[in-house]
T-cell receptor, first 112, second 111 residues
Framework: SAVISQKPSRDICQRGTSLTIQCQVDSQVTMMFWYRQQPGQSLTLIATANQGSEATYESGFVIDKFPISRPNLTFSTLTVSNMSPEDSSIYLC?????????FGSGTRLTVV | GQSLEQPSEVTAVEGAIVQINCTYQTSGFYGLSWHQQHDGGAPTFLSYNALDGLEETGRFSSFLSRSDSYGYLLLQELQMKDSASYFCAAPSYNQGGKLIFGQGTELSVKP
């Protein structure tokens, strides 16, 4: 299965600033997924990162707030823009390969 | 749309067997996956059932019944390290696709 390197692992940010999270996969994958996990909650899909085209966002998530890049088949970034305390969450990237799924180690974001 | 329901918490003792259920409602169904997440960690993929029946991987087994829109994760010979949250999830359009997650079941294993 794929191995994903995600960074940073955690950060504390000031409100109004932006943070970019990176995920590097050790193999080429067609789709990468970005999830948010708010404290004590389940995972919610933010968007699907597509190589060569714009990301596909889920209801409630918009590109201006969560811009995503996917320059090639092994790398993607998620930016959390103009942060507020409500953005404090764990952010996870993931890939699916047939019947198997792999997650990055997560980025624990605290906005103060 | 899709929704998956699972109990919020389950408690069991070390050495016992525990079953975590998941019922789902989906407009299209391609399979059911299970994921383990320890506190402070990232989810770890456990299993995927595309077809009805039981899939066994060591102490963990997963079952699916499409006719009942129901699945479960069975953990045998429970160990303290099995204390974690367990999520069922379903791909929204095909295997390997984006996942819709249940709310998670927190398993506490007591000595």
């Amino acid at each position: 299965s794929a191995v994903i390197s995600q960074k940073p692992s955690r950060d504390i940010c000031q409100r109004g600033t932006s943070l970019t999270i990176q995920c590097q996969v050790d193999s080429q994958v067609t789709m990468m997924f970005w999830y948010r996990q708010q404290p004590g909650q389940s995972l919610t899909l933010i968007a699907t990162a597509n190589q060569g085209s714009e990301a596909t966002y889920e209801s409630g998530f918009v590109i201006d707030k969560f811009p995503i890049s996917r320059p090639n088949l092994t790398f993607s970034t998620l930016t959390v823009s103009n942060m507020s305390p409500e953005d404090s969450s764990i952010y996870l990237c993931s890939v699916g390969e047939g019947a198997s799924y792999t997650f990055g180690s997560g980025t624990r974001l605290t906005v103060v | 749309g899709q929704s998956l329901e699972q109990p919020s918490e389950v408690t069991a003792v070390e050495g016992a067997i525990v079953q975590i259920n998941c019922t789902y409602q989906t407009s299209g169904f391609y399979g059911l996956s299970w994921h383990q997440q320890h506190d402070g960690g990232a989810p770890t993929f456990l299993s995927y059932n595309a077809l009805d029946g039981l899939e066994e991987t060591g102490r963990f087994s997963s079952f699916l019944s499409r006719s009942d829109s129901y699945g479960y994760l069975l953990l045998q010979e429970l160990q303290m390290k099995d204390s974690a949250s367990y999520f069922c999830a379903a791909p929204s359009y095909n295997q390997g696709g984006k996942l819709i997650f249940g709310q998670g079941t927190e398993l506490s294993v007591k000595p």
